[in-house]
């Protein structure tokens, strides 16, 4: 399902509640532009002629507090990022109007070891489709730390991934906590809960990215597994295991150079994905 929208500004009136109100957010997005870093601007195309085509994009993200006067460059490329996913959500959403119907750490389970197996993953959004989430493949502006985002649009889970990072075992855990933010914190997604994972391990992360992490580790490698795996020193050992528990390579190969921060080691194990974008 691969998706392409222009979003002009003609829907803007469609996402607030009066005139009055168009014309206080309109304020609030020309006092948002000003304050953008011209490099910024070159970046997304937005020139003192065409801005007012952006404002659509501005009102689709569902979250206004993100569009304050940022402290770095990346977070205005972010805010772009996630307005453009809350904006192909809501299209999607009007065509298709699908009902959520309420997953499990077991869903995720299932998902990920029937699909596993293969480096080709174009049918993972129609998966999901079915139970009325709605995924999104959103490439990022070039240099934007930004991975995934988890929120809620029209009362549906929506999910969205930058592909940023192109390796199957990135792909699985980027995807795999973004549905943990579904199962345990849904309540908290009326604001968008957006991820960066660097490839160092995160010492001062937040106790729900905490959990949404530990979910999706357990689910690709589970516990009992790991405390064995975790001991692997080289590629022999790691190819022996990953038969021995039908784990993918990729896959182990990922958690170890995560948690060891040792990327370089297993690089030739760590298979690049397939999907439609």
Do not use: C
Request: proline content about 3%.
């Amino acid at each position: 399902m691969s998706i392409e929208l222009d979003l002009e500004v003609t829907s803007a009136s469609a996402n607030v509640g009066s005139a009055y109100d168009l014309y206080t957010e309109f304020n609030k997005f020309y006092y948002y532009i000003k304050e953008m870093p011209a490099t910024i601007k070159t970046k997304l195309g937005i020139t003192d002629e065409n801005y007012q085509n952006f404002f659509s994009i501005y009102l689709n993200n569902p979250n206004k507090s993100l569009f304050k006067k940022n402290d770095s460059a990346d977070d205005y490329l972010v805010d772009y990022w996630v307005s453009t996913v809350g904006g192909k959500a809501k299209f999607l959403d009007g065509f298709l109007n699908k009902k959520y119907r309420v997953i499990g750490r077991d869903f995720l389970q299932n998902l990920y070891v029937e699909n596993i197996k293969s480096t080709n993953l174009y049918n993972i959004q129609n998966i999901l489709l079915e139970q009325g989430i709605y995924l999104i493949f959103e490439e990022a502006k070039p240099g934007t730390k930004v991975d995934g985002v988890s929120l809620i649009i029209n009362e549906k889970p929506v999910i969205a991934m930058s592909l940023r990072l192109k390796n199957l075992d990135s792909f699985w855990f980027t995807l795999l906590h973004e549905l943990a933010h579904i199962v345990l914190h849904y309540e908290l997604l009326n604001e968008p809960i957006v991820d960066y994972f660097d490839e160092e391990n995160q010492n001062d992360i937040s106790r729900v990215e905490q959990q949404a992490n530990r979910l999706a580790q357990d689910v690709m490698i589970p516990k009992a597994y790991w405390r064995t795996i975790q001991t692997i020193r080289n590629e022999s050992d790691l190819k022996n295991y990953s038969k021995l528990y039908d784990i993918h390579p990729s896959i182990i190969a990922g958690r170890l150079s995560y948690e060891n921060n040792e990327w370089p080691k297993y690089s030739t194990l760590r298979a690049e994905y397939k999907v439609s974008v």
